[in-house]
Every structure is written in structure tokens, then in C-alpha cells.
């Protein structure tokens, strides 16, 4: 088929777009290191030699601190991305995004508390976050299965009473911490970061994003007939309350590593979806790929704009807000005439 | 003639209401069976419980000798295919891709649709005149297009029962009688067995072998067209005084009494 090859040849391109983007953003940010300081230090890691002095300072911020960096962008983006196109062909809404089942407000709640206990155990923060992320998208399905009349839309009410919960909890938390410590290190936690991304992170999330974008990949044209909504998906033959189970599971766990990890990054899981659905077509065999590398260049090119604009470091969801919402807007205003928006 | 499904002593309650009950008919092969009824009879009811979107609560439904109730989900959708009424919401799609998800119960969980999935739905369109339709956006065609676009998708399904949720609702005075002609047409060529919920009683005279009459959950009234389609019948069915006019000696149409005056 034409439109396959033509599908192809966009994820090529945008692979090498992606590596390109990789490439700039290890050698942007206030530490100059050039490409040819990079190719010195592989050299001599190869030959093992030991580098010249002003270059193991270098080859120090590149190798803990850049290079996880970077890839940590690449897996948080695509998985981000990839959740919200999962989420809005399942729940059949262009406007849902990962958060919606109240897995980052749960995420976000986990983590102030982390911040603002008495005691600091190691990865504290890290694991308060992912379990009440967890928690969240548990609560938020439990109570749609207690209601379940049309599980779709009540799963999004429901949803929305679990986010609301986290986010009263997180106001709560928020007003009684210390004002000068505790809350600066909170409101940088709800605005999403990279800064502190170490290579312990970058193994923990490497899981999370590989199995799961393998499994929404594998199970592209499952979600064509599951867009189509509950009726016409049995009457196709798949059982739609199982692929929602495992696609939310799944989703809500890579969600929950992110923000667990990073903080809240918002719109990328809303506004990339769109993007990919006007460059690929709606199908998910096309787009998804096409979404999973669009997220992850998206999140590295507002991580490198956040790190390089400013001496102070600026949180990274502020600049993917900044540039998702005026993209969404544009999006929106694009499809008018595609009958969905 | 090969009894194609059968339905017995089939019975659906929601929230502790029978629903539907003591439900008892056969569907040939081949033939075009109509479901008539009020609204809130149980014709959507009784369409569902056939293909297991709804789990009846006792009775039995074979499809070609085969008990639903021991099939999957995948192997009834091999053997009952649902053309749902129109709807606009989904991704825009282009219709190929809609129709090629009729596909679905054929394929591997991992597999995506092949060359000969895409060369099945090219020749369902063919097959209704409308492989023009194949790259336009679902949602941006008219609802007598997207209604033969789906009858595509169930075409493209293969299936030896085909079941219609009010095929014609939404659409105009000309394709109602396009598309059940087509219909009808399929049900001959193919050998398909369909089976429709209709509200206008003289479009089913006019298409359907057998009709199906229900009141209040259960079966009022079925057999064939011409013997079943008489004004005390749609009298009690419809709850209304009900007048005929006779076009030639064999051609008749209903009326409520009251227009006829």
C-alpha cells in the first residue's frame, strides 16, 4: 500500500530528525562541550586513555549529568506522548491526556509529601510518588467499576474526582510546608523537571517506556477497532474491558514512572497525539510511531531551550506548556473541518 | 431451507425487569428477517443478546448448530456481524480503514490487516457500488454513505448472519429504499441471513421475507411478510387504530386510521 511506504518514510526521517535533536542537545547548556570534545572523550574511553585535565570536567557534566539527561528526555517524552494517544483512542476523546485518571495529581501529592516528611529514607520521594500515582488510577477505576453503567464516560467522571481529591490533598500539604524550603521544592516538582535525572532514574524508567511502547506498537490496528467504542469493538471480536484494563495499566504505570522521575510535564500527552495524527493520518499503525518520536523530540528540544535559556534553570513544563498550548490551539483550529473537533 | 440461528426461550432482565422474554424464532438461510416494534419493545435489546453484547439470563441461541454460549468473543464475531446505527465520533478515518476493521476477528491480536484484508474490504465496496467512498474521511461523507460504509465493514466480516440496528434511521426518503434494496440484493447474492429493527412498517412489507413482531419484550406476532403484515396486527403491535390502502391486489400500505380519516 502507497500510504504504508509514505507512513515509512516519515518515521525515517523523523529518526534522523530525533537523532539530530539528541545530538544538539548534548552539546547545548551553559558547559560548552563541543561535538569534537565528544568524539575525544569516546576515543580515549575506547584506547583508555585518561583525558587532559580541562576535559575531564567536561567529560564529568557529559557523562552523569547531560547524557542521562538527554535520554531520560527521550523516554519520558515518547512515553508521555504514547499514553495520551492510548488514552484518546480508548476513551474516544481528543481532549483526554494521561492525566485525566488522576495519575499525575496522585504522582504530584506523593511526591510533596515525600518532600515535606520529617525523615528522609532513601528514594523516598520517588516511591511515595509512583505508589500514589498508582493509587490514584486505582481509586479512579475502582470507583467507575462500583458505578459502571457506560464504563467510558464514567471512568472520566470518575476520574475527575480522584484528580480533584489529589489536588485538594496536594493544597494541603503545599499550605502547611515550610515556606522557604519545602515549598520552592514542591512547586519545582509541579512544574516538572530534568535537572536532577541521574542514571539510577534512566534505569528505572527504561523499562517502563520500552515495554510499553513495544505493546501499544504491537497492538496499533486493536486500537483502531477499539476507537470505534464498546459496542462495535465486541461486535469485531475483541473484548474491550480486557484491552482497557491492560492499555490503562500500562500507561498509568509509564505515567507514573515519569512524573515519578521528572515531575509534571504537562501537555506533551495531549498536543503530540495531534501533531502525529496530522502528519501520519488517524490510523495508530501510522501515528503511533510517528508519536513516540515526535514526544521524545518535543520534550529534549524545550529540556535544551529550558537548561540553555536562562543562567537560572527554568522548570521544563512551563516550556512545554508555553509551546503546547498555542500548538493545540493551532491544531484545533486546523481539523475544524475533519468532523471530530 | 438451512436453519441459520436459532433462538429459544430467550429471556434478558436489567436491574431486576425482564427486559425481554420467551423469545422464540428461527432465521433461515439467506433471508431478510425485520424486527417491529414500539420504541422501548426490546428489538435493540433482542439484537444484542444474538451476538452476546448483552448476556441473556437463560435461553439458548445456536448459530449454525453451535451454542453462542460456548463460543468466544472473536468466533461470534466470525459468525454475526452488527451494521450499528450511524454515528460521526470516532478518529477521522478514511473509510477503507473503517471498513477493513471487519477484518478484526480474522487477524492475530499483534497482526495488522494485509494485502488480502484490504483487497476483502475493496470488494465489500465493490459490492455496494461505492469504492469511491474507499479514501474519503468517515466522517465527512453523508449518513446514506456512512451507512453503506459499514455495511461494508460487516460485509468485509464474512459472516453468515448479519444484524441491522435500524439501518435506515437518519437517512432520507431515497437512500432508505437504495439501501435496503442493496440489502436485500447482498442477503440473495451472498446467502447472508439478516436480520433488522425497523420502525416504518411499509418499507418491511416491502423488503422482508419474515417479520418479527414485538410488544412489550415479547414475540407478538412472526411469520411470513405477506401473512403477519395485516391492520389488526399492526393495530395491536403499534397500539393504534390502523388503516390500509391498497395499491394493486397485492401491494399494500398502513396507515393510523386517523390520517386516513
Redesign the interface.
Known amino acids: 500500500?502507497k500510504v504504508v511506504s509514505s507512513s515509512k518514510k516519515i518515521v525515517l526521517i523523523l529518526s534522523f530528525l530525533l537523532a539530530a535533536t539528541f545530538l544538539t542537545a548534548l552539546i547545548s547548556g551553559r558547559l560548552s562541550i563541543q561535538m569534537s570534545d565528544i568524539l575525544v572523550m569516546i576515543s580515549n574511553l575506547i584506547h583508555g586513555e585518561t583525558s587532559a585535565r580541562d576535559l575531564i570536567s567536561k567529560e564529568l557534566v557529559f557523562a552523569w549529568v547531560r547524557l542521562p539527561r538527554c535520554i531520560m528526555a527521550i523516554l519520558v517524552g515518547s512515553s508521555l506522548a504514547v499514553s495520551g494517544a492510548v488514552y484518546q483512542?480508548l476513551f474516544?476523546n481528543?481532549l483526554v491526556s494521561p492525566d485525566i485518571l488522576g495519575v499525575s495529581a496522585g504522582c504530584t501529592f506523593g511526591a510533596a509529601l515525600g518532600l515535606t516528611l520529617p525523615f528522609n529514607v532513601f528514594g523516598q520521594v520517588h516511591m511515595l510518588s509512583f505508589g500514589f500515582g498508582i493509587l490514584a488510577v486505582s481509586l479512579s477505576v475502582g470507583l467507575a467499576r462500583a458505578i459502571s453503567i457506560k464504563p467510558a464516560i464514567v471512568l472520566v467522571l470518575a476520574g475527575m474526582v480522584v484528580l480533584s481529591f489529589f489536588n485538594a490533598l496536594l493544597m494541603t500539604v503545599k499550605y502547611f510546608s515550610d515556606p522557604y524550603d519545602q515549598l520552592p521544592s514542591i512547586i519545582f516538582w509541579v512544574m516538572g523537571s530534568l535537572t536532577r535525572v541521574t542514571w539510577n532514574n534512566v534505569l528505572i524508567m527504561a523499562p517502563f517506556a520500552a515495554s510499553g511502547l513495544i505493546l501499544f506498537l504491537?497492538?496499533?490496528?486493536?486500537l483502531?477497532?477499539l476507537?470505534?467504542?464498546e459496542?462495535?469493538a465486541?461486535?469485531?471480536?475483541?473484548?474491550p474491558s480486557i484491552f482497557r484494563t491492560v492499555l490503562i495499566t500500562v500507561s498509568s504505570l509509564m505515567v507514573a514512572a515519569s512524573v515519578a522521575t521528572c515531575g509534571q510535564i504537562s501537555w506533551i500527552g495531549l498536543v503530540i497525539p495531534h501533531i502525529a495524527?496530522n502528519i501520519a493520518?488517524?490510523?495508530h499503525?501510522r501515528m503511533m510511531p510517528v508519536t513516540a518520536i515526535l514526544g521524545a523530540i518535543f520534550l529534549l528540544v524545550s529540556d535544551s531551550v529550558a537548561r540553555s535559556m536562562s543562567a537560572a534553570e527554568i522548570p521544563v513544563g512551563i516550556i512545554t506548556a508555553l509551546a503546547g498550548a498555542p500548538l493545540f490551539g493551532y491544531f484545533m483550529f486546523k481539523?475544524r473541518?475533519?468532523?471530530?473537533l | 431451507m438451512a436453519v441459520m440461528l436459532e433462538c429459544k426461550g430467550l429471556e434478558f432482565s436489567f436491574t431486576g425487569k425482564q427486559v425481554i422474554y420467551n423469545i422464540d424464532f428461527n432465521i433461515q438461510k439467506g433471508t431478510f428477517t425485520v424486527i417491529l416494534g414500539r420504541n422501548g419493545s426490546g428489538k435493540t435489546t433482542l439484537m444484542n443478546c444474538l451476538n452476546r453484547i448483552l448476556l441473556p439470563g437463560s435461553g439458548n441461541v445456536t448459530i449454525l448448530g453451535k451454542n453462542l454460549m460456548s463460543l468466544s468473543t472473536n468466533e461470534i464475531a466470525r459468525l454475526i456481524s452488527l451494521v450499528p446505527q450511524e454515528h460521526i465520533d470516532i478518529f477521522p478515518y478514511s473509510v477503507l480503514d473503517v471498513v477493513v476493521m471487519g477484518r478484526a476477528p480474522f487477524l492475530k491480536i499483534a497482526q495488522k490487516p494485509g494485502d488480502s484484508d484490504y483487497a476483502i474490504a475493496i470488494n465489500a465496496l465493490k459490492d455496494l457500488n461505492a469504492e469511491y467512498l474507499a479514501p474519503h474521511n468517515f466522517n465527512r461523507i453523508s449518513g446514506g454513505e456512512r451507512q453503506i460504509a459499514l455495511l461494508a465493514r460487516a460485509l468485509a466480516q464474512t459472516t453468515p448472519v448479519m444484524l441491522l440496528d435500524e439501518p435506515t434511521n437518519h437517512l432520507d426518503f431515497n437512500n432508505q429504499y437504495h439501501l435496503l434494496a442493496a440489502i436485500k440484493h447482498l442477503c440473495r447474492l451472498k446467502k447472508i441471513s439478516i436480520l433488522a429493527s425497523m420502525h416504518d412498517p411499509n418499507l418491511a412489507s416491502v423488503f422482508a421475507d419474515d417479520i418479527i413482531m414485538i410488544k412489550n419484550g415479547t414475540i407478538m406476532k412472526k411469520g411470513q411478510t405477506a401473512s403477519v403484515m395485516t391492520r389488526e396486527n399492526l393495530s395491536t403491535l403499534y397500539n393504534t387504530d390502523t388503516g390500509e390502502i391498497w395499491l394493486n391486489d397485492r401491494k399494500k400500505m398502513f396507515f393510523p386510521a386517523h390520517i386516513l380519516g
Open positions: 500500500m483512542a474516544r481528543p504491537i497492538l496499533t490496528f486493536r483502531n477497532v476507537s470505534l467504542g459496542t462495535q465486541r461486535s469485531l471480536g475483541m473484548n495524527r493520518g488517524p490510523e499503525e481539523n473541518r475533519t468532523g471530530w
